[in-house]
């Protein structure tokens, strides 16, 4: 059973009440990959997903933080702090230490299989993708595969 980390996107996707065409088809994607995919996987969030989901400003926040009350937190500790700093600083996560990068490093050292997000401009991006495989190696780290929704459908279906 394969390790997801459950990045904000994901989590914002599936309770989501936004009417555009991507929030429609992300809501949708994401609500049917949870309830036929997600029972497949050992679901992970961390620390860092409660204070995104928790903000102020996020209208969906009492509802975010019900549907991930049950997934198991990893810790953000010195060796994830530590890796977050060197993502930001080698540039392949966008300043301030926080956000991408944390959510990124958590997985890296927790050593989790995939990074399940929406986020494609800093996460699911193949040109970071190569950077952060780089730096991984470097650091004797794995990173995860990180994908959407749709990619790990694709991927359980073919196995």
């Not at 994401?30 to 620390?47: D, M």
């Not at 958590?106 to 993708?129: E, F, Q, S």
């Not at 950077?131 to 929704?149: D, E, F, K």
Request: aromatic share 6%; glycine share 4%; proline share 4%.
């Amino acid at each position: 059973m394969a390790d997801v980390y459950l990045e904000t996107s994901f989590v914002s996707a599936c309770v989501a009440e936004k009417r555009d065409a991507t929030s429609r088809y992300q809501h949708q994607s994401s609500v049917e990959w949870w309830e036929q995919q997600s029972g497949q996987h050992h679901l992970v969030i961390s620390a860092e997903v409660i204070r995104e989901l928790s903000h102020a400003r996020y209208r969906s926040s009492a509802k975010a933080l019900r549907f991930v009350e049950s997934v198991p937190l990893l810790a953000i500790d010195e060796s994830v702090r530590g890796f977050a700093n060197i993502l930001v600083r080698e540039r392949v996560m966008p300043g301030p230490v926080a956000g991408d990068a944390v959510h990124v490093s958590v997985a890296c050292v927790h050593g989790v299989d995939y990074l399940l997000t929406w986020n494609v401009r800093h996460l699911a991006n193949p040109n970071k993708l190569e950077h952060l495989a780089a730096v991984c190696l470097r650091l004797g780290l794995t990173p995860p595969r990180i994908v959407t929704p749709d990619m790990l459908w694709k991927e359980t279906d073919d196995a």
